[in-house]
């Protein structure tokens, strides 16, 4: 019986990892690095960050797997880390973080949104405007998630009649 638990358990496990590996995959291009945006911080603009990124890492490596909530306490926590690294002008450090909340949670809203704003600063508008399609198929009635989608469609050259379609649809 034990036996029966345990290989079932590493069958979803593989089945999970597969899962995000495809996921993954199609989120962001492999290899694909994200330039750094240069913030003019001071020096002590910048320690306030590292300061909470070493802080938010140390608290990271303290909590336990087997307590409740671990979950979502360990997103919380990569969600803040993305904030600090996109705060710092490190967006490729930035998406990752947000990424590794979408591991376990991929409709997370307020990660999708925030991996949108680091995407579209770096650059990436398609991979942002994807992002945020993603985020309205899970919450399609989220107003300003529209304006952020359709602000971005407007940077990324749609043309008049677009827009005013995705107003009408919103």
């Known amino acids: ?38 913030r003019n911080l001071s020096s002590e603009q910048q320690k306030i960050y590292t300061d909470k990124i070493l802080k938010a890492e140390d608290y ?3 909590l336990n797997q087997n307590q409740p909530g671990f979950l979502q306490e ?12 996109y705060g710092l002008g490190q967006m490729q450090k930035s998406a990752e973080m ?21 995407l579209s600063e770096a650059g ?5 405007v994807k992002v945020l ?14 304006l952020r989608y359709v602000e971005l469609r407007k940077t990324g ?5 677009e827009i005013i379609a995705l107003y009408n649809k919103a």
Not at 8 to 20: C, K, P, T
Not at 74 to 85: D, E, I, K, M, R
Not at 98 to 118: G, R, W
Request: proline share 5%.
């Open 133 to 146: 399609e993603t985020s309205l198929d899970s919450k399609p009635n989220n107003p300003d998630i529209w």
């Open 60 to 62: 990271l490596k303290s």
């Open 98 to 118: 947000y990424y590794l909340v979408l591991n376990s949670d991929p409709k997370n809203e307020q990660v999708l949104v925030s991996l949108s704003l680091t």
């Open 124 to 128: 990436d508008l398609q991979g942002a």
């Open 74 to 85: 360990q997103a919380n926590v990569y969600l803040f880390l993305g904030q600090q690294y």
């Open 157 to 161: 050259g749609a043309i008049k009649e």
């Open 1 to 38: 019986m034990r036996k029966n638990i345990i290989a079932s358990a590493v069958i979803v496990l593989i089945a999970f990892l597969l899962g995000f590996g495809y996921w993954y995959g199609k989120q962001k291009p492999l290899g694909e690095n994200l330039p750094n945006k240069q």
